[in-house]
């Protein structure tokens, strides 16, 4: 009877199988240390399990040094750590639009520092293979801006597999970004907190797997356990980087963003049985998340609404632009979410995640088909009302201000109406 939560990026389909081994006699068998005050970069057996773990499932070209990794409470952290290290106040980051949008907030409480978007579009150039495509040609262009607007720009953010769009980053685009920072002299920060949800045959390629980086001390790569271990409630994140300076500045700031002692201990069990996950967690969360991306897309389809194609994340970026034809504003698109709340179904619009676009929404497929059929339910119910009422008034838009079919502001312009939008 409540509101069906699509909106928020949890993985809720493995819950069973980390109940049963947390049940185990390791997980409770805690060493006094733990309950003491530690390392607050994390504890040292940790972080060995960490560099294990990401050396083995990132395909890493050489074995991480656990001296080069950092422990904290959320990626919002180190964020929020890297964005006043790395910058100052005023200063820009690279980012392609749409994206988290969660990450302004994050870089600008610390750093004072600004997003430079680089918008990607649905609509294919010649050159393009397809939607919302990134390219070398459109950071240049987004940094050319950036630079006549005055704005120093001292970093690119790549978030690999995408939030929203579900893509995954070839390995040679990924290695042209690589290339174009280095030219620039930007620090990259690249967001792998999807690494291991890819639920169908795409390669996706890790950073870290590049046996020879552009720019190996301005490459920084962050990683949690809240989507790939549908831990969003442990608050535990990993920032890799191999300069020295950095990361001594980032852990002058890592000690108001520790993690427990009792929790890294838990985490690694988890990390060190490789037979559970190799075997149990990861092949059954993939064919989960298949499962439930299938029915999802499916059912969307069934009432008319296409969806980009996706490989990695927990959710589908889905395409509403039909439903608000009559005039493919930004306003329009809150009024559909509005409308789409009143039936009690939260999904999260485009302009929440800075797209150029209205009439995108991002919808979570990770939880029980039970929901995501009832979601389809509830979408149908409101498509068919809109219908109905559109053959004889304007339910969603207003065609009389605004029939040029063209987006009336841009997604960096008044937010305040999704402000409390959360998007995770």
Same mark, same amino acid.
């Given at each position: 009877q409540g509101i069906l939560n699509f909106g928020t990026s949890e993985n809720k389909l493995c819950f069973d199988l980390i109940e049963e081994r947390l049940t185990r006699p390791d997980m409770t068998y805690l060493e006094p240390d733990l309950f003491q005050y530690s390392d607050t970069r994390g504890t040292r057996s940790f972080r060995e399990e960490i560099a294990k773990f990401l050396t083995d499932y990132a395909r890493a070209a050489k074995a991480l040094n656990p001296e080069h990794i950092t422990?904290?409470?959320?990626?919002?952290?180190?964020?929020?750590?890297?964005?006043?290290?790395?910058?100052?106040?005023?200063?820009? $980051? /690279?980012?392609?639009?749409? $994206?988290?949008?969660?990450?302004?907030?994050?870089?600008? /409480? $610390?750093?004072?520092?600004?997003?430079? =978007?680089?918008?990607?579009?649905?609509?294919?150039?010649? +050159? +393009?293979?397809?939607?919302?495509? /990134?390219?070398?040609?459109?950071?240049?262009?987004?940094?050319?801006?950036?630079?006549?607007?005055?704005?120093?720009?001292?970093?690119?953010?790549?978030?690999?597999?995408?939030?929203?769009?579900?893509?995954?980053?070839?390995?040679?685009?990924?290695?042209?970004?690589? +290339?174009?920072?280095?030219? $620039?002299?930007?620090?990259?920060?690249?967001? +792998?907190?999807?690494?291991?949800?890819?639920?169908?045959?795409?390669?996706?390629?890790?950073?870290?797997?590049?046996?020879?980086?552009?720019?190996?001390?301005?490459? =920084?790569?962050m990683w949690g356990f809240s989507k790939d271990f549908g831990m969003s409630g442990i608050r535990v994140a990993v920032l890799y980087t191999r300069n020295h300076e950095i990361q001594k500045a980032v852990n002058q700031l890592a000690v108001f963003h520790s993690c427990p002692g009792p929790v890294q201990h838990v985490l690694s069990q988890f990390l060190r049985d490789r037979d559970w996950l190799d075997n149990v967690f990861f092949p059954t969360n993939k064919k989960r998340l298949k499962e439930a991306q299938n029915i999802l897309v499916d059912g969307l389809a069934d009432v008319g609404i296409p969806v980009l194609k996706s490989s990695g994340g927990l959710y589908v970026w889905a395409d509403f632009r039909k439903v608000c034809k009559k005039s493919q504003t930004f306003e329009a698109e809150l009024e559909l979410w509005q409308k789409l709340l009143d039936k009690k179904l939260l999904i999260s619009p485009g302009k929440a995640f800075y797209c150029y676009e209205p009439g995108w929404f991002r919808l979570v497929f990770s939880d029980s088909v039970d929901k995501i059929h009832l979601c389809i339910q509830r979408l149908e119910q409101m498509l068919h009302i809109t219908n109905k009422a559109s053959s004889t008034a304007d339910a969603l838009c207003n065609p009389e201000k605004d029939s040029s079919s063209k987006p009336s502001n841009t997604p960096g312009e008044d937010v305040s109406q999704i402000e409390n939008i959360i998007v995770y």
């Open positions: 422990v904290m409470n959320g990626c919002c952290s180190v964020f929020a750590t890297l964005s006043t290290v790395l910058c100052d106040p005023g200063d820009g $980051y /690279l980012i392609p639009a749409p $994206y988290y949008g969660g990450i302004n907030s994050k870089t600008w /409480l $610390y750093g004072g520092i600004q997003p430079v =978007h680089v918008p990607l579009f649905s609509e294919m150039t010649d +050159e +393009e293979s397809h939607p919302f495509q /990134l390219t070398v040609e459109k950071l240049e262009d987004a940094l050319q801006r950036a630079k006549k607007q005055g704005i120093r720009v001292r970093a690119l953010i790549l978030i690999n597999p995408h939030n929203p769009l579900g893509d995954i980053y070839p390995a040679q685009l990924l290695k042209e970004c690589l +290339e174009f920072a280095h030219r $620039y002299e930007l620090h990259v920060i690249m967001d +792998e907190i999807y690494m291991l949800s890819v639920y169908d045959d795409t390669t996706f390629t890790s950073v870290l797997s590049l046996d020879c980086l552009p720019d190996p001390e301005r490459t =920084h790569f």
